[in-house]
């Protein structure tokens, strides 16, 4: 089973359909108005708040975006609260740091729209020497080799920018509530024979201290989570 790495624009008609953007927050209030001002038109932004204390839930309001509150710490439970809340067909998985834009997820939509492919993920491609600290580059190509032995599926990276339609998502039946959910979705994914298609994507510095991967421990910890969901028997998936 091989993913499909695509560096190039699709030409793929723009989707109609309202599509929704989860968008994990832990006091991202310094990176809230680039992010939800680069938003496309016509989709809802989610913003999951997971215990901010720099007035992040209220400025998301302020500008614009649907609130959710999960008192769970941890990515994944963010992550989930959001598809939880999400109405739309398609729903979309964004970092809430300004290292990614979530503007590029057009083409992400495209192809799931398009039925061109099941999950769509960004494969981040660092703009400047800080973007993408050495360690975390390092957990994440030896994460994405892991993944390759479990499952065969050749990715590069297990970058948080996704797009997949709701409806599939929730029957994944994920429940990882950490550093381990944006791989469990793949692998996931990967038991049901979905389609996974992976595309470049730019990644900037990120506004703020990362509360993942921004230090060696933080690192360590994520890998422990995610070789955790690899240690697992695979699931039978409902198509």
């Not at 381990?180 to 990120?206: F, I, N």
């Amino acid at each position: 089973m091989n993913a499909v790495t695509d560096s190039n624009p699709a030409t793929f008609p723009t989707p109609t359909d309202t599509v929704d953007v989860v968008l994990p927050c832990l006091n991202e209030a310094e990176a809230l108005p680039w992010v939800l001002e680069r938003i496309p038109p016509g989709w809802r932004a989610i913003v999951v708040d997971n215990g901010s204390t720099d007035g992040s839930a209220e400025l998301a309001r302020s500008l614009g975006a649907a609130v959710v509150t999960e008192e769970q710490r941890g990515f994944g439970a963010a992550c989930h609260a959001g598809l939880l809340a999400a109405e739309a067909d398609i729903v979309c998985f964004c970092d809430c740091d300004a290292s990614l834009d979530p503007g590029l997820l057009l083409s992400f939509v495209r192809h799931v729209a398009s039925d061109e492919a099941d999950l769509v993920l960004g494969r981040r491609r660092p703009q400047s020497l800080g973007a993408w600290p050495l360690h975390a580059r390092a957990g994440n190509l030896a994460l994405a080799r892991m993944l390759r032995r479990r499952t065969a599926l050749r990715l590069h990276d297990l970058g948080p920018l996704r797009a997949a339609r709701r409806k599939p998502l929730l029957a994944l039946d994920l429940t990882d509530r950490r550093s381990g959910y944006p791989l469990q979705m793949v692998v996931r994914a990967a038991d049901a024979g979905w389609r996974v298609r992976e595309r470049d994507v730019p990644y900037l510095p990120r506004t703020g201290k990362s509360k993942v991967t921004g230090t060696w421990r933080g690192t360590w910890q994520t890998v422990h989570d995610m070789r955790k969901v690899l240690a697992d028997a695979p699931v039978e998936v409902a198509r």
